[in-house]
């Protein structure tokens, strides 16, 4: 298995990293070797991979840019092919078509949502539309002043896109065909005033679609309706049940690949969360807590067989790793930890 990890490098992203480093992890001892690193990017934050393994896409924090590489079969290096203006700026997140040539960018700055095709050799091409996002931000003065769309994610069909808004407490809806976007006939829901929706992932089996909340500490379950692109909010529940002495934001959201256990990190707690889903309705029960052993977790991801889970501790400059109990879904923290500066973002690859 292969990592790729990217994370802040700037000042005023209070980054200490390098750039994006690739690593080789052995699945048997669970060692990481450094294999690459790519420097002089500025803020490689989250990433996004086709199918195949061929390619990546980056988002660069605070700036303008989505970047275009190339992985190499055989070692899984990377090559960078291009890079692009997103039309906006602090482009956070993007999602891929299933035609894998355009790819859809939730620009923070700007409250703009575009579209990039993609050409034959995987290099992204100039904008081809932008939308503006409307609404009325939420109560909070620094972190809610204007809208702030922060992922882009395609529905399991492929036909619609779902962009959580931080800044307008809403989660917008739109319907993709022929490289477009247009908003759906619902085009939005609304969270509860002052949630700040963040990060947004679907159920592999159930019509459920759950929304990380960001300035409240909830999560949000919403029934979707895939012939519709129709959300209908059936459950909010809080991520810190026995509260939490001091600030507590959500960053990530992940579900297992058996689909019955749900995870969500806590920054301000420093641990991820876990509930049961409930394999009829969706529902979640809150489990527990388990403290990632370091600063501020941006991000985390599940390993490719599931057994595992990455996390990227962005303020303590290291990724710890957790064995996930395939019967109950609890988290034992490894004795593995990577020392690598700022990270936000973990993208994993299979061995060729």
Known sequence: MFAYVGGYTTPDRDGRGNGINVYRIDVGSGAWTHLQNIGGLENPSLFTLNRAGTRLWSVHGGRNLISAFSIERSTRRLTLLN????????????ALDATERHLVVANYGTGTVAVMPIADDGKVLPVSQSFTLQGTPGPDPVHQTQSHPHAAIFDPSGRFVVIPDKGFDRTFFFRFENGRIAPTAQGSIASKIGAAPRHTIFHQTLPILY??????????AFHWNSDTGHATEVQVTTTIPGGHAGRNTTAEIAISHCGRFLYVSNRGQDAIVLYNIDQRTGHLTYVENTPTGGTRPRFF??????????????????????????????LTQTATRIKVGSPSAISLISAP
């Open 83 to 94: 890079q692009q203006d997103c039309g906006g700026t602090n482009p956070v997140d993007t």
């Open 211 to 220: 929304v990380n909340n960001e300035l409240d500490s909830t999560v949000t």
């Open 301 to 330: 991801t599940l390993d490719i067989g599931g057994g595992q889970i990455f996390a990227a501790n962005q303020d303590s400059d290291d990724i710890t790793v957790f064995r996930i109990d395939p019967d109950t879904g609890r």
